[in-house]
């Protein structure tokens, strides 16, 4: 089969188009800007000792969730986090803020390595979606919720044959749409067909929902600490375990530790993740006539059907946040700020945007910034505890760890209450997946697989030896 050039390929803007819309932009993350200063309070280091009950490790979603949860199961529990630099300052306040009910990132991966199980993993991760809609209430917090639905578009003749073999699957809340009813939903020329999932996914402002995770934990009793990298965790033969910073201590009965793609205080687990940079556009407002030329008013979330694929948004104020394709691994598992600017993914991303939306030529872009994704091997968060039993951990959510966090704070908490639930039963949560190599084999194996799903897509979808070979070990990837 010969290789073939996609429709991004096909369609390319003019330059011109895209310097200009890239020509104001700023390299900053446009959710944190748009949360109110009084939502994000400077909030003091540990320093001295403390004692508490549970320290969670972490102050993005995962930490949040699980602190509050804690607290909810039991008022007067002590409960601390500790974070290294500012709550929300990573993944969660620079995500796409697409919150979905899948736990194991799609029904197809789900189904290819827990086949079994996804019958209750499907209905503890709808469960999962409901409850955080109804956190809002429950909790008096607002992150911007709505449960929109999310739209795949096919944008090759190819992925036709996927969107059917997925509305084939029986889900009464996905619909497949052909050229004309996809269009008329959202008015882009590369669409082909798609698929409009209607219940399980959701949009939230994502840095709201970090900040405002915070502040419910602290209106129950929860202490943040910020600038607090933890520098050790001691289990004395006492009894018990310590958290140990730079300028304090918090001596307490257990621990979870929610770092996602940072390297885990735990050695066990330093090879259990890469970090993968994802890079977003923020466009200015549109006006009203340009949102008249595109549609888009069901406001759905949209993933396209490619390998390399793209997600968009619109927000509350009329942007269109516009991500992914790129994710890039960089050599020796680093997590560094000099890889967040990376001018030819601008120019990538700003050239998808104007073959997708044409109609949207002279739009400027407001903001462009990136963040590092805590990959796995099975493309789901895995979980497990250490320090006999006095520690739990949950990592590598993959990109989606927007929903899926707080069903982590929940899995952490029932690993540390030493019973079993139906959530701890699970194979999922039991069994964690095979780690990464080390260095030079990662770097390479990384490489090689995003080079063969770039030929895929090149090649009407057909996969290639290698990513053959990695489905047959339950390590093939296709999103």
């Known amino acids: 089969m010969s290789a073939h050039t996609t429709v991004f390929e096909r369609r390319r803007p003019a330059a011109s188009v895209i310097d200009h819309s890239l020509a104001d932009s700023r390299h900053a993350v446009f959710w944190t800007e748009d949360v109110p200063r009084e939502l994000r309070p400077d909030r003091p280091p540990l320093r001295g000792a403390h004692r508490a009950d549970l320290v969670v490790v972490g102050g993005g979603y995962t930490g949040l969730w699980t602190a509050l949860l804690a607290v909810t199961r039991d008022p007067g529990r002590r409960v601390v986090v500790v974070e290294a630099n500012r709550v929300g300052w990573a993944a969660s306040g620079r995500n796409g803020g697409f919150c979905e009910a899948s736990l194991t990132h799609g029904p197809e991966n789900g189904e290819a390595r827990w086949p079994d199980e996804m019958p209750t993993l499907d209905r503890l991760g ?78 939230v402002h994502p840095a709201r929902l970090a900040a405002e995770l915070a502040r419910a934990c602290e209106e129950r009793g929860v202490v943040i600490a910020e600038r607090s990298r933890v520098q050790a965790i001691e289990t004395p033969a006492s009894g018990g375990v310590a958290v140990v910073t730079a300028d304090g201590r918090v001596d307490a009965d257990q621990v979870a530790l929610a770092t996602g793609v940072f390297p885990s205080p735990l050695r066990r687990n330093r090879l259990m993740t890469v970090p993968v940079y994802d890079y977003v556009l923020m466009t200015e407002p549109l006006t009203s006539d340009q949102w008249a030329a595109i549609g888009w008013q069901g406001r759905q979330g949209i993933g396209d059907m490619a390998n390399q694929f793209h997600y968009y948004r619109p927000t509350r104020d009329g942007r269109i946040l516009f991500g992914g394709y790129d994710a890039v691994y960089h050599y020796g598992r680093r997590v560094d700020p000099r890889y967040e600017d990376r001018p030819a993914s601008w120019q990538t991303l700003a050239s998808h945007f104007f073959t997708t939306f044409p ?9 462009r910034w990136a963040g590092a994704i805590d990959t796995s091997t099975q493309f789901a968060a895995f979980f497990g505890t250490a320090r006999r039993g006095r520690v739990a951990y949950a990592a590598g959510f993959t990109g989606l760890g927007v929903g899926s966090t707080r069903f982590a704070g929940d899995v952490m908490l029932d690993l540390l209450s030493g019973e079993e639930t139906e959530r701890t039963a699970l194979e999922m949560v039991r069994k964690r997946p095979l780690p990464f190599p080390p260095e030079p084999i990662a770097a390479i194996g990384v490489e090689a697989t995003r080079w063969s799903l770039d030929r895929a897509d090149h090649r009407r979808g057909r996969r290639n030896a290698l990513l053959r070979t990695l489905d047959a070990l339950g390590l093939g990837f296709d999103s």
């Open 126 to 203: 709808r469960a999962n979606l409901d409850a955080i809609e109804a956190a809002e209430s429950d909790y008096g917090i607002d992150v911007q919720f709505e449960r929109t639905g999310q739209l795949a578009p096919a944008v090759e003749e190819h992925q036709l044959a996927w969107l059917e073999e997925w509305a084939a699957g029986g889900d009464s809340g996905v619909v497949l749409l052909d050229a004309d009813a996809a269009r008329r939903e959202v008015d882009s020329p590369t669409y082909l067909g798609a698929v409009w999932e209607k219940d399980t996914t959701a949009l």
């Open 359 to 367: 109609q949207l030529e002279g739009l400027r872009f407001s903001h």
